[in-house]
């Protein structure tokens, strides 16, 4: 008998160490906790490989808790170009990073990975947003629209202009409220017709 339970216990510790799944939220909203920490995460790609960098690999995922985050590594691979495409279903364990760039600007992402491609031609998540939501935002509250693919609807208060690798496109509300679309060459969007006054 007392082997029998010793085996039971055995196999419930071994599935509760082999489902350590986080969800994403988590990351972005206890980040001095998990940095440094290695975590498993699965979702959605929103943003695939080559489209943020020419060379460096930079993608998004986001999961249903409706949080999302970058995939980071130093290369670029014809591998992760194949594996990592918008709507692809990703299992990923890494370590996660705040990462500070030279402007002071942070991206918490999850580098030194491994994943598995789970499914393709998944749907991909979004969600609806006015400009006046987005700059709502508190330093606090960022989080949780940072990596999340957003829409939201205006006009360009001039045309785009090209600045370090892609172009700024200022989109304004009838309030007179701007948020700043960044259009990465590596996207290949063309934005020659995009002229001041064009509903977006």
């Known amino acids: 008998m007392k082997k029998i339970i010793f085996l039971i216990l055995t196999l419930s510790v071994g599935i509760?160490?082999?489902d350590n799944e986080i969800q994403i939220s988590e990351i972005q909203?206890?980040?001095d906790q998990y940095e440094g920490q290695q975590v498993t995460i699965e979702g959605i790609v929103t943003i695939g490989a080559g489209v943020l960098h020419a060379s460096q690999f930079k993608a998004y995922?986001?999961?249903?808790?409706?949080y999302g985050i970058e995939i980071f590594d130093y290369s670029l691979t014809a591998q992760y170009q194949?594996?990592?495409v918008q709507g692809a279903k990703i299992n990923i364990t890494g370590t996660v990073e705040n990462y500070v760039g030279s402007n002071g600007?942070?991206?918490?992402?999850?580098?030194?990975?491994t994943y598995t491609v789970i499914s393709t031609e998944n749907d991909v998540p979004f969600e609806n947003?006015?400009?006046?939501?987005l700059l709502s935002y508190s330093t606090n509250e960022i989080a949780q629209i940072e990596g999340k693919r957003v829409s939201f609807e205006g006009v360009l208060s001039e045309d785009p202009y090209y600045a370090g690798g892609g172009y700024n496109i200022n989109v304004?509300?009838?309030n007179g409220q701007s948020v700043t679309a960044r259009v990465w060459d590596t996207t290949q969007i063309d934005v020659s017709s995009f002229t001041q006054g064009l509903p977006l």
Not at 105 to 113: L, N, V
Not at 129 to 133: H, V, W, Y
């Open 172 to 174: 304004t509300n009838d």
């Open 129 to 133: 947003k006015t400009i006046s939501q």
């Open 29 to 31: 909203t206890h980040i």
């Open 16 to 18: 509760l160490f082999a």
């Open 105 to 113: 600007d942070e991206t918490t992402e999850i580098k030194d990975f």
């Open 82 to 84: 194949t594996d990592f």
């Open 61 to 66: 995922v986001e999961d249903n808790s409706g």
